[in-house]
């Protein structure tokens, strides 16, 4: 099969770089720029090849170009009554689906519907040498031993061009309703523990600033019984989509603030709060931001003992890395992975690690 015009000139560009060793940056919309360490090498820029390839709204799934905007997938998503459920940041409108992917983000709904990676069908990736590699398919059950589709999913691109992607979509809940609860971090943390417990429709967590809000997705009469049982304050339709959107964004003040360094921690939902600390805490509990000026070492440790992960979000590096530092064991797996698919280490050198 004759390869596409746009991604023929997006591989002559990447072999010549690959010859003479010179690295390239891979690059959308560039809205995750801080996304990530180093920004290194001659832009490659993704949006040159884009477009939706197939939609099929009966079987769920939809396939796209990696330089496709994100809006733009949402769109025709949305005039089928469907979404993608992982709710990726869009940050600004000029994100694609290609650097979601890379990226690997999710939304509020994360923790009740899937990350980004359990969406992701399958892939398309150039190599460095130009070999346009196919991973996965366009169903649920396609996948036989390493599952590379997913693995890209976050890979921030040192892996090679995500040249398209196939995704799973999921109809549109039919209703929601956000409520609000005055309390302290702790109480929230309690009461999202125990609604894990209970069969609700729950699709969406948060506390900050004394007042935990939980979002409910479903039928009507699924809706009216959880918020029977839960109790609280209903807020209206307006102002709840203002909150998750502000959420899902990162456009609220909260994150918008410059004045300490912000940290994502990643932990089981379980953790204490006064162990982990967290200004503002998602997904149950599992996802913790805290502004905070104490040292790298000091936060990452603290999160290591709770067997989590800490990434300094925003703020001034200093020469702390962004993620939070690989074992071993899982560094040497990314090694190898780099060297099978990029052994001159042309992609996105340096953004996701020093050492690749």
Known sequence: MAMEPSLADLRERIVAANAAKTPLRLRGGGTKDFHGEALVGDVLDTRVHRGVVDYEP????????CGTPLAEI?????????????????FHADATIGGVIAAGLSGPRRASAGAARDFVLGA??????????????????????????????????????????????????????????????????????????QPLPISATCWHDGIASVRLSGSSSALRAACAALGGTMINEAEALAWWSSLRQQSHEFFRRSDKPLWRLSLPATAPIDASGG??????????????ETP????????????????????????????????AFNLELNRRLKRQFDPNGIFNRGRMSAEF
């Open 124 to 197: 398309h990736l150039l190599d460095a040498h130009g070999e346009l590699l196919r991973f996965g398919g366009q169903v649920m059950k396609n996948v036989a031993g390493f599952d590379v589709a997913r693995l890209l999913c976050g890979s921030l691109g040192v892996l090679g061009l995500i040249a398209q992607v196939s995704l799973k979509a999921l109809p549109r809940p039919r209703e929601e309703v956000t409520l609000r609860f005055e309390c302290n971090d702790a109480e929230a943390l309690a009461m999202f523990h125990r609604w894990r417990a």
């Open 279 to 292: 200004d503002l805490v998602e997904w149950s509990g599992a996802l913790r931001w805290l502004r905070s």
């Open 296 to 327: 790298a070492g000091g936060i990452r440790t603290r999160t290591e003992k709770l067997c989590g992960t800490a990434t300094l979000w925003r703020g001034e590096r200093n020469g702390v890395p962004m993620f939070h530092p690989l074992a």
């Open 74 to 90: 949402e769109t025709a998503l949305a005039q089928h009554g469907q979404f993608l459920p992982f709710e990726p940041p869009i």
């Open 58 to 65: 009966s079987e769920l799934v939809i396939t796209a170009r």
